[in-house]
């Protein structure tokens, strides 16, 4: 596996369940992200963790929350999601600090729809 | 407000070249980056940019204005490949990335 991966690719989920989305990245980056993408509209930043730690948490709401094990591997855990939800979940990763580009490398994206 | 804007969309012929704007005003700047993104794909890099001039890469070149708080993304030699939305992003004072709605390109033959 190259780049960064995320699994599932599609996911329906009811408003009672709970799921989790996976995101890997094989760059040896230092950060990751999760990204929410509505039709339309810009980029939601949602969470940013740099060296496992998570240093953004952009208002998220309390039915999304992350996980990151380690600098390799990023989780979002969902559970009593609204309609709402329903977008393009998109996990990214980048090398921050001294030397870094900070450009970021976007794994494919988890399309979530909440029925 | 930190804010990003660009057309919502354009239309272009193949063969042509065509100009995509991005206006900004962020809390700080530490560069410029484009990115295209293919309908259900991932936003893939373009282009960074952090000081003011102009950055050819192939058919692709990005220009920067921070006086003006201007970039665009200039693409020479359409293709229809070229078909997708076009990203601006602004990384900020906190070295956050701020996003642009993006512009979708449309390529007729």
């Known amino acids: 596996e190259t780049g960064v991966t995320q699994t599932p690719r599609h996911l329906v989920m009811g408003m009672t369940n709970k799921k989790s989305l996976k995101c890997e990245q094989h760059?040896?980056?230092?950060?990751m992200y999760w990204y929410k993408q509505s039709a339309k509209k810009p980029l939601e930043l949602m969470f940013v963790?740099?060296?496992?730690?998570?240093?953004e948490n952009n208002s998220v709401p309390s039915r999304f929350s992350p996980e990151c094990p380690n600098s390799s591997h990023l989780f979002l855990h969902l559970h009593t999601l609204q309609p709402e939800d329903s977008a393009l979940y998109l996990c990214?990763?980048?090398?921050?600090?001294?030397?870094?580009?900070?450009?970021?490398?976007f794994g494919p994206g988890t399309r979530l729809t909440v029925t | 407000g930190q804010n990003i804007d660009q057309p919502t969309e354009m239309t272009a012929t193949e063969g042509a070249i065509v100009q995509i704007n991005c206006t900004y005003q962020?809390?700080?700047?530490?560069?410029l980056f484009w990115y295209q993104q293919h309908a259900g794909e991932a936003p893939t890099f373009l282009s960074y940019?952090?000081l003011d001039g102009l950055e050819e890469k192939g058919r692709f070149s990005s220009f920067l204005s921070r006086s003006k708080g201007y970039s665009y993304l200039l693409l020479k030699e359409l293709q229809m490949k070229d078909s997708a939305s076009y990203l601006c992003?602004?990384?900020?004072?906190?070295?956050?990335?701020?996003w642009g709605a993006g512009t979708k390109l449309i390529i007729k033959p």
């Open positions: 992003a602004v990384m900020d004072s906190n070295y956050q990335l701020i």
């Open positions: 962020t809390s700080g700047f530490n560069g």
């Open positions: 760059l040896g980056h230092n950060a």
């Open positions: 990214a990763s980048s090398q921050e600090g001294t030397g870094g580009s900070y450009e970021q490398y």
């Open positions: 963790y740099n060296f496992k730690e998570q240093t």
């Open positions: 940019n952090v």
